[in-house]
């Protein structure tokens, strides 16, 4: 089920099932002459396409210009950077408008930076406009007080759960540590092209990379897609478990 091609009904169901609203957080940055500059989008939009023929979710419009830095290469390299704070401002917006709308059960899900789960830029960009806009829907819709007030008297035991106003929206990377540690993790190397051709192959040329020889690119030469189909399935377990 995807957003963009729902109707009010739809929405109600999701609504009132409390159904997975899932966000792809994506980037738009170079990965070297041998991937594609969506890598990092199309592996967060490829999984969660996947993981929607497991079970019922709604997929929200991806979010593909944000702060992807300038760490890997220049502005001429084709990489599009958001600076943080415009980025946060944006973010706000979206989700202020979903709370409204009634979703309660928001997931962003994100390729980029998230080696083992350290919050990067980004990261931190959707976590926080997540928290200010949580924040402000509450008391613009409760009053100010709301937490001390009698309707949160539960909060401690709720913490974690669907009743927990600080859970409705959650940002997770597209492995988990763990899979990381069981399959690997890199940029525009070995594992990050393997599972890029696992899900588009079409995403990456390796004979293209003796164009340019980066010290980072340098193990995409064994990239396979045999490696990526693994890590896609440990992927997918994770985010099968995890997003509920």
């Excluded at 220049?74 to 401002?89: K, L, P, R």
């Excluded at 944006?90 to 080696?115: C, D, K, P, S, W």
């Excluded at 997770?172 to 993790?185: D, F, H, K, L, R």
Aim: hydrophobic letters at 35%; charged letters at 25%.
């Amino acid at each position: 089920m995807e957003y963009n091609f729902s109707f009010p009904r739809e929405l109600d169901k999701v609504k009132e099932n409390r159904i997975p609203t899932v966000i792809c957080g994506g980037t738009v940055e170079y990965h070297g002459p041998h991937c594609s500059y969506g890598c990092d989008t199309l592996v967060a939009e490829g999984l969660i396409k996947k993981l929607a023929e497991k079970k019922e979710i709604m997929i929200a419009p991806t979010i593909y210009y944000s702060p992807s830095s300038y760490a890997v290469a220049d502005e001429t390299s084709g990489t599009v950077h958001i600076e943080e704070d415009v980025f946060e401002a944006y973010l706000f917006g979206i989700f202020t408008n979903m709370l409204y709308a009634g979703l309660r059960n928001i997931y962003v899900v994100i390729h980029h930076q998230f080696e083992q789960e350290n919050l990067m830029p980004m990261t931190l960009s959707y976590m926080k406009a997540a928290k200010r806009a949580t924040m402000r829907y509450l008391e613009a819709t409760q009053g100010k007080g709301w937490w001390g007030s009698e309707n949160y008297k539960n909060y401690y035991e709720d913490l974690g759960g669907g009743d927990d106003p600080f859970s409705w929206i959650k940002v997770i990377p597209t492995m988990s540590t763990e899979v990381q540690n069981a399959t690997g993790y890199d940029h525009a190397g070995k594992y990050e092209c393997s599972i890029l051709m696992s899900l588009y192959p079409d995403a990456v040329k390796l004979e293209r990379l003796g164009d340019i020889e980066h010290w980072f690119t340098k193990s995409a030469a064994e990239a396979s897609t045999e490696i990526g189909d693994e890590m896609v399935r440990q992927s997918l377990e994770y985010l099968e478990k995890t997003i509920v």
